[in-house]
């Protein structure tokens, strides 16, 4: 059996009645626990005024966290396009690839990172959202910079575009880009998203062939229970979305199993689950190894927003034991 790659995604979650800045140094064990553990890459997510994710910005993640370690590649998951300016955008990433060749990755989206409106205008300086023709043309010249003599320092970072969307499928195979598919955000539009982009890809510089990383919420624990406990917070967090409420405060495992669902979002969460991955190692395993075959990715990047960092860390290691002991068999 060939196995593709396992990744992480970071996004930072900032616990109930803890300091942003414990999650922030908390950051620096997550790194190098996956380092350890022999994960492929690292992305950190771009978010703003939130109360349940740290506002830390992706460049300075990849920065300190390419300092902390020596081989994991590290990159954003992503860093959102209409908040920068394109050549801003491109010499960031292009210090940090010549800092730390072959390590760095510029995934690139769009969305606003925040459920604030009023900071979703500060962040643009005041400007209406950007039509699809302006976040085209900011990638394009995000691309154009990143080749630029001026700008290039050496090895470039390896640009990805983030979808959740046909649009962004299109845009990735136009450009000819590898996508990175939000699965974890709206798995509903994973199949339209990729049948899209592989019947639209243009080879570019970037990318020669269609190239798919799989996003997918995983939380892995030795019991089934367990992983529903600790999966538990951010079924709350989901709840709330759905309700249109703004982004609500991380809760503990135990304010999470306190909260009682309405039978509607119990019947949205129990479909949204059935898309990701959660249970023990055999049945994470199982599932990552059904979504893979499924969509045809060529690596799978795992997102595991529980409360306590060590929980963390051990669902991940949980995860690539199993994975590579079922490789083997």
């Known amino acids: 059996m060939v196995d593709i790659p396992l990744s992480a995604l970071e996004v930072a979650v900032v616990q109930t009645d803890t300091a942003a800045v414990e999650t922030l140094r908390d950051t620096t064990a997550f790194a190098q626990g996956l380092e350890g553990l022999g994960y492929h890459r690292i992305w950190y997510a771009e978010h703003h ?32 396009a209409p908040h920068h300016a394109p050549l801003l955008l491109a010499e960031q990433f292009a210090t940090l690839a010549a800092l730390h060749p072959g390590r760095v990755d510029l995934g690139i989206g769009r969305g606003p990172g925040t459920f604030d409106e009023a900071i979703a205008r500060a962040l643009r300086r005041g400007a ?3 039509t699809d023709t302006q976040y085209r043309d900011d990638i394009a010249e995000t691309l154009a910079h990143l080749r630029d003599d001026q ?19 299109a845009l990735a195979a136009e450009l000819g880009l590898p996508i990175a598919v939000a699965h974890h955000i709206r798995p509903d539009n994973t199949q339209a998203v990729l049948e899209r982009y592989r019947a639209a890809f243009t080879p570019s510089p970037w990318c020669e062939q269609p190239r798919v990383l799989l996003c997918v919420e995983t939380v892995c624990a030795e019991t089934e229970e367990e992983a529903a406990r600790l999966a538990g917070p951010m079924d709350v967090v989901k709840a709330g979305l759905l309700k249109g409420a703004s982004e609500e405060p991380f809760p503990t495992p135990a304010q999470a199993a306190a909260h009682r669902f309405t039978p509607q979002e119990e019947q949205a969460l129990a479909g949204f689950r059935a898309q990701q991955a959660r249970g023990t190692a055999a049945t994470v395993v199982r599932r990552l190894r059904e979504l893979a075959a ?3 990715a060529d ?31």
């Open 49 to 80: 005024h939130s109360p349940a994710i740290g506002a830390f910005p992706p460049v300075v993640l990849i920065a300190h966290a390419a300092a902390s370690t020596r081989s994991v590649r590290l990159g954003s998951g992503g860093v959102l």
């Open 128 to 130: 209406d959202p950007v």
């Open 294 to 296: 499924a969509t045809g």
């Open 299 to 329: 690596e799978l990047m795992l997102t595991t927003p529980v409360y306590d960092l060590q929980h963390r860390l051990t669902s991940y290691e949980l995860v690539k034991k199993e994975y590579e002991a079922t490789a083997a068999a």
């Open 151 to 169: 700008v290039a320092l050496g090895p470039l970072p390896e640009p990805w575009l983030l979808a959740s969307s046909t649009a962004g499928a």
